[in-house]
Structures are given as structure tokens and as C-alpha cells.
């Protein structure tokens, strides 16, 4: 008999119908059946080739609004990631050349919250102001390339 929580042998999981469908499309792309496809992962993740997985989440659905600031600054802005870092609605802050210094993607959900957002940017040590562009559709958004 076995004991709760004790496993005896290797378990394998059958693909998900959502994760099979991404074998199947895989599978389409090299020309291989989803079962041979699926198997080969398995092999090449067991030999370290195939380090992790991910998932990539549609930012669509995500309610609220999406904005893009220019930050001027009156000192190297790049020495203010860690403070950028420690607003969590920033999701992604580059250092540019043009009219602005730094450029920041910033998703809230309410405008209120982007003012409170445009606050905490004042309050960064150099940051001198900011002009803010509201997203009002996003028609093209790719993912890095492989």
C-alpha cells in the first residue's frame, strides 16, 4: 500500500489540450506528429537543451491605462534605475536619445493612479519633469525575436 504523498515511480503527465495544441502547432512547424514532437521536448528538456518554458500573456485583457512618459532629468537618468525599479505600474524604462532622457512604460489602472504614478516620479532624485501619452489602442505589440 502506498503512503499519501509517497510517489513509487516516475510520473508522466499527458499533455493538456491547451499544451497539445502547442504541440500540434510545433509539430506543423518541423513536420512531425504532435506525439513525436511533444517526446522530442521531453528529451531535449531531460538533456539540458531546453532550459525553460514560457508563457506569454496577451496584454490586452488587462484593464486600465497605458501610458508612455518622457522623464527629463538634471542628471544622468541612468543612475536612477534602482528608484524607476521601485514603482511597480513602470513596466519597462529605457535611456534615449531626443527630447527626453528617459522614456517609461507605465500601465495603471485609472488615470488617477497614472497622477499618483507621475508623483512618484517627481519625487526620484534628478527627475525635473514629465510628459505623458495615453494609449488609446494598441494595434501592433510583437515579442522579442528568438
Known amino acids: 500500500m502506498r503512503s499519501p504523498g509517497r510517489r513509487t515511480g516516475p510520473c508522466r503527465r499527458s499533455p493538456t489540450p491547451a499544451s497539445f495544441g502547442?504541440?500540434?502547432?510545433?509539430?506543423?512547424?518541423?513536420?512531425?506528429?504532435?506525439?513525436?514532437?511533444?517526446?522530442?521536448?521531453?528529451?531535449?528538456?531531460?538533456?539540458?537543451?531546453?532550459?525553460?518554458?514560457?508563457?506569454?500573456v496577451d496584454a490586452q485583457p488587462r484593464a486600465g491605462v497605458l501610458s508612455v512618459v518622457l522623464v527629463d532629468s538634471s542628471a544622468w537618468?541612468?543612475?536612477?534605475?534602482?528608484?524607476?525599479?521601485?514603482?511597480?505600474?513602470?513596466?519597462?524604462?529605457?535611456?534615449?536619445a531626443g527630447s527626453a532622457p528617459v522614456l517609461v512604460k507605465v500601465r495603471t489602472a485609472s488615470t488617477e493612479q497614472l497622477q499618483d504614478v507621475l508623483r512618484r516620479l517627481y519625487a526620484v532624485v534628478g527627475v525635473s519633469g514629465t510628459r505623458a501619452t495615453v494609449v488609446l489602442e494598441t494595434f501592433l505589440e510583437r515579442p522579442p525575436a528568438p
Not at 36 to 43: F, I
Not at 77 to 96: L, Q, R, T, Y
Open 22 to 56: 502547442e504541440y500540434a502547432a510545433l509539430a506543423r512547424a518541423v513536420g512531425l506528429s504532435a506525439a513525436a514532437t511533444h517526446e522530442r521536448v521531453r528529451k531535449l528538456r531531460e538533456r539540458g537543451v531546453v532550459r525553460r518554458t514560457t508563457v506569454e
Open 77 to 96: 537618468a541612468g543612475d536612477s534605475a534602482a528608484a524607476f525599479a521601485a514603482i511597480p505600474e513602470i513596466e519597462e524604462a529605457h535611456v534615449i
